[in-house]
Each structure stands twice: as C-alpha cells, then as structure tokens.
C-alpha cells in the first residue's frame, strides 16, 4: 500500500463545475500537508498548505481530517487553467516529503 | 538566484555512459532534494541533504546513482553507466528549513535521455 493515495482520475468537469479531490494517507505521524500543482511537462508547483483547521485560498478549499488520515481539496467555479494535476503530499518530521500519484484535471469549455 | 536553478535543461546520452546533473538552490536554503519523474508516473524521492548532516540516500535505485552538496549549496547528482530505464526527468527542489511550514520550491528539471 502506498504512504499516500489519491483518485486516480482523471477528472472531465465543464468550466464553473465545483470539483473535490481526496487524498488518505497512512503514516499516523505524518505532520504537515500539501497540495502541488502540476503542469503538463512543468515541475510541481505548490498550491497551498493544508491546515487542521481547514484553509481557504480564493476558489480553492483545503481541509485535513487526522482522524480518518484524509486530506481533500475543493476546486469552486472551476476555468479551463485550472487543468493539471493536483498533487497530494504528507511530510513526517525528520523525513522527507512523500508525494501521492496525483489527480488528472481536465476543465472543459 | 530568485528560484532554484537546474542545468542542463535537456540531456540526451548514450547508454553506458556516465551523466551528472547539477542543482542550485534557493540562496539561504539549507535543505535541497532530489526527486525524478518518469512519463506518466509520479515522483520518486531520490536523495534529502539538510544542512551539514548526513544525506538520506534512501531513495536512490542503485549503487550507479550518487549525490553530493558542496558547501551546503550546489548539488550534483551523478548517474553511471547509464540504462534506459534511467531516462525521466530530474527534479531538484529546495527549502529554508525542511519544508515542513511552507513546502518547497521545485527546479524545472532535467530531462535525461538514454538511447
């Protein structure tokens, strides 16, 4: 089983679509969280934190359950750049950052 | 420099032959990691240097592949006796402390061929 996991998309939403990507992970003492961005050919990007609190970014919603070991991200009113793949990552103190397989998201006009 | 800086951009070799890569970090950073990416795949963590403490090589495929950071900032990675399968693209990233707080900043990669 892999240290993070994600839907395997890909993900065909019409523009203004509201779209939700999921991420488990399942090191218990994984600490801080992240979504990256990646561009097709382009290296990853880093989108936003993701705090136990829950986060938000303009039309992006970040919220983080460590109970359940589950990460999501909210994509509102979705444009057409907003097509790449969404990268979920976990870092473990002391560790390195372990990156999840990503998500496929093709916004269409 | 303004971000982290990886050169060549594109590099294509013969098989057997021995290849470096090299990575400038974000001035100041003092952790610098090296990840690759096959086409279509995701990324495979390779090497973690943090400051002056030993590097996590645990990443690394093979003995064919090493690393090192000389005075805490540079860093080259080295491939030998290059095989096909070693062909991806080379992400070199980097951070001010571990990345724990804001994440990290990525280079836009080398991209290796092996023919």
């Known amino acids: 089983r892999k240290e993070v996991e994600q839907d395997p998309g890909p993900f065909n939403v019409p523009e203004g679509a509201t779209v939700a990507f999921n991420c488990t992970y399942s090191?218990?003492?994984?600490?801080?969280f992240f979504w990256y961005r990646q561009d097709c050919r382009k290296e990853p990007k880093l989108l936003m934190s993701?705090?136990?609190s829950g986060n938000e970014d303009g039309r992006f919603t970040a919220q983080l359950n460590r109970a359940s070991q589950y990460i999501s991200l909210l994509i509102r009113d979705s444009k057409l750049s907003d097509s790449a793949t969404y990268l979920c990552?976990?870092?473990?103190?002391?560790?390195?950052?372990?990156f999840g397989p990503g998500t496929r998201l093709s916004v269409l006009p | 420099g303004a971000g982290v800086s990886q050169s060549p951009s594109n590099k294509v070799t013969e098989k057997g032959k021995d290849v470096e890569l090299r990575c400038d970090p974000i001035?100041?950073?003092?952790?610098l990691y090296w990840y690759r990416q096959s086409l279509g795949q995701g990324l495979e963590f390779l090497i973690y240097?943090?400051?002056?403490?030993?590097?996590?090589k645990s990443g690394l495929p093979s003995d064919r592949f090493s690393a090192e950071r000389t005075g805490g900032s540079v860093s080259t990675l080295t491939i030998q006796r290059t095989q096909q399968e070693d062909s991806a693209v080379y992400l070199c990233?980097?951070?001010?402390?571990?990345?724990?707080?804001?994440?990290?900043?990525f280079g836009s990669g080398t991209r290796l061929t092996v023919v």
């Open positions: 001035s100041g950073h003092t952790a």
């Open positions: 240097f943090q400051g002056n403490s030993a590097p996590d």
């Open positions: 990552v976990a870092y473990n103190y002391g560790q390195n950052f372990v």
């Open positions: 090191n218990s003492a994984s600490q801080s």
């Open positions: 993701v705090y136990s």
């Open positions: 990233a980097s951070s001010a402390t571990g990345g724990e707080d804001y994440g990290y900043t």
